[in-house]
């Protein structure tokens, strides 16, 4: 079964940038299309980012810009850029695998997810 590890989430100033990291195990990433999710505490999880197989990539609405992702599939992971960081960006970041097709940005639409890595935005 695939796994997620996400890292590189954090404490950050207002207009900040950071990079997360989603490294996968139990199957190679070539095929499979990944998503970013975020929770903020009270909040629906919300669709981030997503990059396909063939590397197609689509962005939410409140990221647009900002959020480019991108993956290495050597490394079996995938990236999240978070640059001109704002305080409604504070939240809890997943990653996200098996995707079932329909629309990227419902959290129903895949099977596997990560623990999670918090990223606090503060002015």
């Known amino acids: 079964e695939v796994q997620l590890v996400e890292s590189g989430g954090g404490s950050v100033h207002t207009g900040g940038s950071l990079t997360l990291s989603c490294t996968v195990s139990g199957d190679t990433i070539n095929n499979h299309s990944i998503a970013w999710f975020r929770q903020a505490p009270g909040k629906e999880r919300e669709g981030v980012a997503f990059?396909?197989?063939?590397?197609?990539?689509a962005y939410g609405d409140s990221v647009q810009g900002r959020f480019p992702v991108s993956r290495e599939n050597a490394k079996n992971t995938i990236f999240l850029q978070m640059n001109s960081l704002k305080g409604e960006d504070s939240a809890m970041y997943f990653c996200?695998?098996?995707?079932?097709?329909?629309?990227?940005?419902?959290?129903?639409?895949?099977?596997?997810w990560g623990q999670g890595t918090q990223v606090t935005v503060s002015s």
């Open positions: 996200a695998a098996g995707w079932r097709r329909g629309r990227w940005s419902r959290p129903d639409n895949f099977n596997n």
């Open positions: 990059i396909s197989s063939n590397y197609n990539r």
